[in-house]
């Protein structure tokens, strides 16, 4: 992870070499890289909702860049972020509390790069997380002193660095973007999980096709998410998302959303278990 963390600079700083024009800031308002909306391990606070059990998945995080040195008039940006989240599985409400079944947690941090061009931005991400899950107490009987369905805690780790390439594109009628990514995890448990992984993805924003909403533009959106990881075997899943949102694309506001997801759970405790899920949920943009 280190060796691609210094290709990955070293080929940002090709871009400022003779550039004499730079600004350096703290705490930077907005995001350099908007977090991916279709990939279920990006920071995010909102609800989904399960169609068929109405079981929850409950996103509770948030990513914000803390550093930036942009060059070049302002075209080119390089920034600094840490990103803290997690998303629970909620499976019954009872006696006036959710009860979480399982918790997958987030925590890390990167480097983003972004160069503008006509018509859009090229993009790259680097990034170093370490994800853990866990089983929890809306998961253990205490009438019966066990756990459900006979399932106990596995210790589940993945720390991995994740590399990712994408593009953004802007016209009168659009907002797109697409991207694909190459991940690899120098610590995992259980050891039969495959270390090696990828994804990629496409998300367009319509304009101009639905009116506003408190003086607030609104819009329709698709996007589309999918990763190859061995879990244990290699298969693909993938995260198909449809909706709107109320605000600007680039900006603060809230996505309301229907979505279609297949493969490996991504609640990691069940990490083997293949599903099919139909759901609905929204989550806000805070950047």
Known sequence: ?????????????????????????????????????????????????????LNLKVDIGNSSDLLKYSWNNGRDVLTADIEFMAYALATSYSQYRLQIDAVDGFFGGGVAFSHKMQGGRFLGRFRIIHNSSHLVDGHYDQR?????????????????????????????????????ALAFAKLV?????????ASAGVEVAFKNLTGKFFAQPTSPFVALHSTLKGMPAYSLSYN????????????????????????????????????????IGFFVDYF
């Open 1 to 53: 992870m280190r060796k691609i963390l210094i290709v990955f600079l070293l080929f940002i700083t090709s871009f400022s070499f003779g550039q004499k024009k730079y600004t350096f800031e703290l705490f930077p308002s907005g995001q350099n890289f908007i977090p991916l909306r279709a990939n279920f391990e990006e920071a995010r606070l909102g609800v989904m909702v399960y169609a068929s059990n």
């Open 189 to 197: 448990r259980p050891s039969l999980i495959k270390r090696w992984s």
């Open 144 to 180: 019966k002193k066990m756990w459900i369905d006979g399932k106990k805690p596995i210790p589940f780790t993945r720390d991995f660095g994740e590399l990712l390439l994408g593009k953004e594109i802007s016209t009168s009628s659009v907002d797109a973007r697409y991207y694909g």
């Open 240 to 279: 198909l998302m449809a909706g709107i949102k109320l605000g600007r694309w680039i900006g603060k506001g809230v996505n309301f959303y229907l979505s279609y997801y297949r493969g490996n759970n991504f609640f990691n405790e069940y990490y083997s278990e293949k599903i099919e899920l139909f759901s």
